[in-house]
């Protein structure tokens, strides 16, 4: 009897295995994203996009495997973001990854009737731009990560690398809610750190009267902080700040490693990877069941420093050895 058990055993236990892994297999949850690209002519968006298929895989979310991945790129036109939008809710994607703040704004209006979970990611000013009511509680069928590093943070650098500064500039242009925003952070920042502040703000249409706003601020102030403002940091209008601060001889503290790179003297900022990472985390919480708005939103945990070294000889700053070690790019 013992021998006739073992055998039954030793035939059906095999094959009980093969049915119940076979039956978790049938069983695992295939997910669709839908990811709506705002361009991709700027390098930031592409590293933001890579950083999101990393920080899906490394969770085991994979294209191919459990994953259905639609990628599509408005290439910032707004009409074309939105049209994008509207064919993700007709695919009944599970979730909208918005790259970008004209993205978001667009997968937030494609899906006012059928309320698909949007998480974005590389937008400037979540909150100002309407996309969120609040960190904690957006208020609507979104969560994500923003690029903003707080400026009170970027100023605590900007101090150690300019023990001296007393006045600065803080020089916007009103055509974007991101700008007005952040602007306005900049001048309460300042206040706090007892700098006398020189803020120009300015509409698009004096956009060719530029170069005498910076001259203003060069000739008045020991330093010139460009917010977060997606119209001044364009590389036209960027040159020509540089151009005309270095002329004066004042340092330019800007929101971008690319900043820096063009000519800035430094920018506290996020990394792009590591943001789109970050924002795995929330898109998978949502693909597991979770409202959007039980997700706070959130501001980059990594936080790097970009120093340009050759600028700061040009304008005749020394920089501490101290600081330069805590920089994360240098450009010599």
């Given at each position: 009897m013992r021998r006739l058990l073992r055998l039954l055993v030793w035939i059906l236990v095999p094959g009980l295995i093969?049915?119940?892994?076979?039956?978790?297999?049938?069983?695992?949850?295939?997910?669709?994203?839908g990811v709506l690209q705002w361009t991709e002519r700027i390098r930031p968006f592409e590293r933001t996009y890579k950083g999101v298929l990393d920080g899906l895989y490394s969770k085991g979310f994979k294209q191919g495997l459990n994953l259905k991945i639609s990628y599509k790129n408005a290439e910032q036109d707004k009409s074309?973001?939105?049209?994008?939008?509207r064919e993700f809710v007709k695919e009944d994607v599970d979730v909208i990854v918005a790259l970008g703040t004209g993205s978001s704004l667009a997968a937030l209006k494609a899906t006012e009737d059928k309320r698909i979970p949007i998480v974005f990611s590389i937008a400037g000013a979540p909150k100002a731009t309407g996309l969120i009511q609040d960190f904690n509680d957006s208020g609507r069928n979104i969560t994500g990560v923003s690029m903003r590093v707080p400026v009170r943070t970027q100023f605590e650098l900007f101090k150690e690398i300019l023990p001296g500064l007393k006045k600065i500039g803080i020089l916007y242009c009103t055509e974007t809610p991101q700008a007005i925003s952040t602007g306005k952070e900049a001048a309460l920042a300042a206040r706090e750190f007892g700098w006398e502040r020189l803020v120009v703000f300015f509409p698009a249409q004096e956009?060719?009267?530029l170069s005498e706003k910076v001259k203003f601020l060069a000739r008045k102030a020991d330093a010139i902080y460009v917010p977060t403002d997606p119209v001044l940091d364009s590389p036209e209008n960027l040159n020509t700040i540089i151009r005309v601060a270095d002329n004066q001889r004042i340092p330019v503290f800007a929101v971008t490693r690319k900043d820096v790179e063009d000519g800035a003297l430094m920018a506290v900022h996020c990394d792009f990877y590591e943001i789109g990472k970050q924002a795995a985390n929330p898109i998978i919480q949502v693909l597991k069941g979770v409202d959007p708005r039980m997700i706070p939103s959130q501001l980059p945990t990594m936080k790097k420093l970009s120093l340009n070294l050759t600028k700061a000889r040009h304008l005749g700053i020394q920089i501490r050895r101290n600081s330069i070690l805590k920089a994360d790019n240098i450009f010599d």
């Open positions: 093969w049915a119940v892994s076979s039956g978790c297999q049938e069983k695992e949850e295939h997910f669709h994203i074309v973001a939105l049209k994008i939008g956009l060719p009267r």
